[in-house]
């Protein structure tokens, strides 16, 4: 998913927070709810000793605290996903921060349904989800929402998860099978009994911003969403009517502060702050040594290659992943789509392998198709037309997209890399990744065949052989408004 930032200033007020008396507790009245929460984590663990130092520092003063995670836990660091039981570091360390709930998010369906079933009765805390139908899958069917409890008062927490267009989460489908997604917004709607019954009602989800408006919009009984999907940094909560909307960005580089005063069983009045991590200066020893235990991976930290230059921006990496399936599989063409490119850049000097990983997590494996270029402009064109931007970052050709007054596309213009046109007369061989072949819709007679090697693999034995790798700084694609 593309970030949405919005502008940051740092905040750190939250030190006094730590220190100050906790709202009155004892005495009939208000109540005061902090919930820390975090969202697309992505297996970023570094900062997870300074979370469980914060956690623990406001529980010292305060007898409701809360931590929340709004989804995506997983895919983005090899220590955490590419061991043998993929996915428990971060597991443990969520446990280790006292984790109270966490929303699922659509790369929670990446450790494969076994997997995730694992890591949930790992779990100190529930995931939930309103919108999962698992009773025909090997998911372990999740619940819709959960209740906390400060002291007499219960407030209700309903989770839900973003689908594509597709009709799923965005995960490879095979990772899915037998589970019913329904419309987050659609089955939402049938739990408004919990504003009812308990006076209040939060929200954690995986929606994005772009899916938490519309929620807020259908149904104003919610009193704040946690959010997550969108990668939305938020210095100040979005408010869409009274419904309140808080994200804290991506990458475990910030946590949110969300205070509410509860009265007679409704909130009264609610806070929010960001609190970035590297302002907080202390760590949790006992987290800490965990992290450093599982980032001592000796076959992870092992170099396979040099970078000779920075490998910056999704043109760079891109063509690195896309030359790597060109070379090792033999094609005419590759494509690599942006949303699997997870890292900004590769800098100048060695290339572990755990840096391939951070750069290509999914596991995803190469398909190679027969194809027209009549077949190729529509892999492109639909590509585009998803986010109205380029997609598909090639190798073996250059295209430019041009587009409508809309911002839609309207015809392909191909060319090898020197510029030449492709003769129409042609089948060309053309290596996707296995998550295109499955999600994307695009014109082709043939089904498809696996490699059965992983792009990521690929990509392995590309650098392997060559040792020393550089990029031109020359764009593949490009984009020209219709006359």
């Not at 360390?93 to 998010?105: D, E, T, V, Y």
């Not at 090697?453 to 990509?459: G, H, I």
Request: hydrophobic share 40%.
């Amino acid at each position: 998913m593309k970030k949405i930032l919005v502008p940051f200033i740092l905040s750190l007020s939250f030190i006094l927070a730590v220190t100050q008396p906790a709202y009155t507790q004892k005495h009939k009245g208000p109540v005061e709810v902090i919930i820390l929460h975090v969202n697309d984590m992505h297996a970023k663990i570094d900062n997870m000793a300074k979370l469980a130092y914060l956690a623990d520092s406001l529980r010292k003063s305060h007898p409701y605290i809360f931590l929340f995670s709004a989804g995506d836990n997983f895919t983005g660091n090899p220590v955490v996903d590419m061991v043998e039981d993929k996915g428990y570091p971060m597991i443990d360390l969520m446990n280790q921060c006292g984790f109270n709930l966490s929303a699922i998010g659509n790369h929670e369906f990446d450790l494969g349904q076994e997997f995730f079933n694992k890591r949930r009765e790992q779990a100190n805390f529930p995931f939930i989800s309103c919108n999962i139908d698992a009773s025909g899958a090997v998911l372990k069917q999740p619940k819709p929402y959960h209740l906390l409890k400060a002291g007499k008062v219960k407030i209700p927490v309903l989770g839900i998860i973003q689908l594509g267009d597709n009709g799923m989460p965005d995960s490879h489908p095979s990772r899915m099978t037998g589970v019913k997604f329904t419309d987050g917004i659609t089955k939402a709607k049938e739990f408004s009994w919990l504003k009812d019954k308990y006076g209040m009602l939060l929200a954690l989800t995986h929606l994005g911003v772009e899916g938490d408006v519309p929620l807020a919009k259908a149904m104003p009984q919610i009193d704040v969403i946690v959010g997550g999907h969108s990668h939305t940094t938020m210095t100040a909560p979005m408010m869409e009517g009274n419904v309140m909307i808080v994200q804290t960005g991506s990458g475990l580089k910030n946590v949110g502060k969300t205070t509410l005063i509860i009265d007679k069983k409704k909130i009264v009045d609610r806070k929010y702050e960001l609190i970035p991590l590297a302002s907080v200066k202390s760590s949790d020893a006992a987290v800490q040594a965990a992290i450093d235990k599982y980032n001592d991976n000796k076959e992870l930290n092992r170099v396979i290659a040099v970078a000779e230059n920075d490998f910056t921006g999704e043109n760079a990496l891109g063509g690195l992943m896309t030359d790597a399936v060109t070379a090792i599989h033999g094609v005419d063409i590759s494509f690599q789509n942006t949303g699997g490119i997870r890292i900004g850049s590769i800098p100048k000097g060695d290339i572990m392998l755990k840096d391939v990983y951070r750069l290509d997590p999914f596991g995803n494996e190469v398909i190679v198709y027969k194809m027209n270029i009549a077949e190729i402009q529509s892999l492109i064109s639909n590509a585009f037309n998803r986010n109205k931007e380029v997609d598909l970052i090639p190798s073996g050709v250059k295209y430019t997209v041009v587009t409508d007054q809309n911002g839609l596309c309207t015809a392909v213009k191909i060319t090898d890399v020197n510029g030449s046109p492709l003769d129409p007369n042609k089948e060309y061989t053309v290596g996707v990744n296995s998550y295109i072949a499955a999600s994307y819709r695009f014109d082709h007679r043939d089904a498809g065949a696996s490699q059965f090697k992983t792009t990521a693999q690929t990509l392995i034995e590309y650098l392997t052989k060559v040792k020393n790798v550089t990029y031109d700084g020359v764009a593949r694609t490009a984009v020209k408004p219709e006359k």
